[in-house]
Antibody, heavy 119, light 110 residues
Framework: QVQLQESGPGLVKPSETLSLTCSVS????????WSWIRQPPGRGLEWIGY???????SYNPSLKSRVTISVDTSKKQVSLKLRSVTAADTAVYYC?????????????WGRGTLVTVSS | QSVLTQPPSVSAAPGQKVTISCSGS????????VSWYQQLPGTAPKLLMY???KRPSGIPDRFSGSKSGTSATLGITGLQTGDEADYYC???????????FGGGTKLTVL
């Protein structure tokens, strides 16, 4: 079965760029729409954006100016870059997959990785 | 402030039934399918319900989903202590052009 593993620095300084990678194993990267979703400590879920294997992307308007999501199909990796971070970006970041061609629900989740923004 | 509104908490005794509501608007719940996620303490969310009322493989039929107008409901019968978790609803918002979630509901099985 398909499994996801997020990786990247656990600590990022304010004003710098948060960079995370999601590695896909056990299946094809081309079968899913890949999203990043974050969850600040003790709070709810926030969708960051998605990418499809053809490069099609869409971002949450609230983060669009600072976010880039990319995919490397040869490495089976999905990447997130979030620029100019502040303490408000401290959260657990999840990689999630949607297998449906039409409807928005996430049937595949990584375990998440905590990123703390602090000097 | 979440786009979708859920009660912060619900509780019930083992074996009883509980419902969790998810209220939105015509741009999200009213015109798009709703999904539900269960997040056990310290773990990632897990898909519980999709397309309003469909259960993924492995989800017991104690869990049910429904939608009416701009509100959706998750029902859980035969409550077990293992059902204690945070539950989130989610859907696409056609105006925001973004996936939106509810603020989450903490279920306590007394």
């Amino acid at each position: 079965q398909v499994q996801l593993q997020e990786s990247g620095p656990g600590l990022v300084k304010p004003s710098e760029t948060l960079s995370l990678t999601c590695s896909v194993s056990g299946g094809s990267i081309s079968s899913y729409y890949w999203s990043w979703i974050r969850q600040p400590p003790g709070r709810g879920l926030e969708w960051i954006g998605y990418i499809y294997d053809n490069g099609e992307t869409s971002y949450n308007p609230s983060l669009k100016s600072r976010v880039t999501i990319s995919v490397d199909t040869s490495k089976k990796q999905v990447s997130l870059k979030l620029r100019s971070v502040t303490a408000a970006d401290t959260a657990v970041y999840y990689c999630a997959g949607r297998s449906s061609d039409w409807y928005w629900y996430f049937d595949l989740w990584g375990r998440g990785t905590l990123v703390t923004v602090s000097s | 402030q979440s786009v979708l509104t859920q009660p912060p908490s619900v509780s019930a005794a083992p074996g009883q039934k509980v419902t969790i509501s998810c209220s939105g608007s015509s741009s999200n719940v009213g015109n798009n399918y709703v999904s539900w996620y269960q997040q056990l303490p310290g773990t990632a969310p897990k898909l519980l319900m999709y397309e309003n009322n469909k259960r993924p493989s492995g989800i017991p039929d104690r869990f049910s989903g429904s939608k009416s107008g701009t509100s959706a409901t998750l029902g859980i019968t035969g409550l077990q202590t293992g059902d204690e978790a945070d539950y989130y609803c989610g859907t696409w918002d056609s105006s925001l052009r973004a996936v939106v979630f509810g603020g989450g509901t903490k279920l306590t099985v007394l």
